[in-house]
Every structure is written in C-alpha cells, then in structure tokens.
C-alpha cells in the first residue's frame, strides 16, 4: 500500500498554530484523513479530503483546523490554529483506496503513516 509520513508536529503554547504533512509515495488517489490519538483514548477522526478537494471535519475542530493537498508534491497539510492542551495527541494521517471519504471508521483506510506528536502546554 502507500507509504504514508507525517511531520511538522512539536511542542506549542496554548493559543498557538501548527502545520502538519504527510507525504505520499508513491502516489494517493483516493481519501485522506487526519486521525488523532492521545494516550489511554480511542484513535479519532479529525478530518478527510476527496481526491476532488471536498473535506469534512469532525465537531471538536469549531472551524480552527484546515486539511488541504498539494497533487503536484503528493502531500497532505492539516493547518491547525488556535490549539488547546486538548488537542494534545499523536496525529497520524491515513489513506484510503476509494476516491470519496465515508466518515472516520478505520476500516475505510488501508495505509497509516506512523505519526507525529503535538504537544499543547498551557
């Protein structure tokens, strides 16, 4: 399957903004996601992207995170602004091989980069 890798997380103060990416090799034509997991929590959805550029986004982001793709450099962004110590997690992109994204079950993606971690401190 498609290799997926993560980067761009770190430590940032509450209030702060981070850039996320995943690159895709060698390419990713179906849906993308964000996942995120913190320690002792169930893996959650954060967002999705179509291979057309329609994205959706779970309840908890209110507005302040934005997933995008770059088809040309096959790479994945998750903008986040605004981060709370809430948003504190492993953040792991996925994709899956069907072209349009079906919500955030983790049956429906068969490729998982390995992750980057957040870290919000107040």
């Known amino acids: 399957q498609v290799q997926l890798v993560e980067s761009g997380g770190g430590s940032v103060q509450a209030g702060g903004s981070l850039r996320l990416s995943c690159a895709a090799s060698?390419?990713?034509?179906?849906?993308m996601a964000w996942f995120r997991q913190a320690p002792g929590k169930e893996r959650e959805g954060v967002a999705t992207?179509?291979?057309?550029?329609?994205?959706t986004y779970s309840d908890f982001v209110e507005g302040r995170f934005t997933i995008s793709q770059d088809n040309a450099k096959n790479t994945l962004y998750l903008q986040m602004n605004g981060l709370t110590p809430e948003d504190t997690a492993m953040y792991l992109c996925?994709?899956?091989?069907?072209?349009?994204?079906?919500?955030?079950?983790?049956?429906?993606?068969?490729?998982w980069g390995q992750g980057t971690q957040v870290t919000v401190s107040s």
């Open positions: 996925a994709a899956s091989i069907w072209r349009t994204c079906s919500g955030f079950s983790v049956k429906s993606y068969n490729s």
């Open positions: 992207i179509a291979s057309d550029g329609r994205a």
């Open positions: 060698p390419v990713s034509y179906g849906c």
